[in-house]
């Protein structure tokens, strides 16, 4: 007969291992993706992942998707913040700019919908083009206030997580197509 302490050393000593393991793999994976990708930057890949819903019990796959969630809400909310601002105040200038962001953060809304299909498909080809799409469309809008001077962008810290967020993405999409065991054994983290 096993003894109560014994079977509650069984329960808990998984659980104990569960949060470690998961954290490790996170950290593991923002480590591939910085090294891989100079656009990912290992701390803001840590920071999106860890608090997010469901990441501490994924493998990379998962890790992967919930990246291209968390690219969709940031840029379902940035859209909601566009509209938001085109209700102010301002020049016809940053009106004009505002109005492009909002049509390209429309598009990327879409974009990411479309692209987590893909995904769950795996059809990381199209996956990856799509999130790129989203990549490129946080870049345009950026790029649209630096071409006016005296104009300073009220989405810089918005288009960068945009940006960011969507480099894990890819760089996750990337680990799956050559290999998750191959690539993160390379790196000595394999999880």
């Known amino acids: 007969m096993i003894?109560?302490?014994c079977t509650l050393s069984l329960f808990i000593f998984p659980l104990l291992f569960l949060p470690i393991h998961a954290q490790t793999l996170i950290?593991?994976?923002c480590k591939v993706c910085s090294q891989q990708d100079p656009i990912v930057n290992y701390q803001f890949c840590t920071t999106s992942l860890e608090p997010a819903s469901g990441s501490h019990h994924a493998d990379v796959r998962g890790l992967g998707r919930i990246s291209i969630q968390l690219t969709h809400q940031n840029v379902?909310?940035?859209r909601g913040h566009i509209k938001t601002l085109l209700k102010k105040k301002y020049s016809s200038s940053i009106k004009m700019r505002l109005n492009d962001c909002f049509?390209?953060?429309s598009d990327a809304v879409t974009d990411t919908k479309h692209a987590m299909r893909s995904y769950k498909s795996k059809?990381?080809?199209e996956a990856n083009m799509l999130i790129s799409s989203v990549m490129d469309a946080a870049t345009t809008c950026e790029n649209g206030f630096?071409?006016?001077r005296n104009i300073v962008s009220p989405l810089t810290k918005r288009n960068n997580a945009t940006f960011e967020l969507s480099g894990i993405?890819?760089?996750i999409i990337h680990i799956l197509r050559v290999g998750t065991n191959q690539t993160l054994?390379?790196?000595?983290?394999s999880g």
Do not use: F, R, V, W
Not at 185 to 189: D, E, L, P, V
């Open 76 to 78: 379902s909310d940035t």
């Open 3 to 5: 003894s109560p302490s």
């Open 123 to 125: 059809h990381y080809d």
């Open 27 to 29: 950290h593991g994976t």
């Open 103 to 105: 049509e390209l953060y």
């Open 185 to 189: 054994q390379g790196a000595n983290i």
């Open 146 to 148: 630096k071409e006016k």
């Open 169 to 171: 993405g890819l760089s």
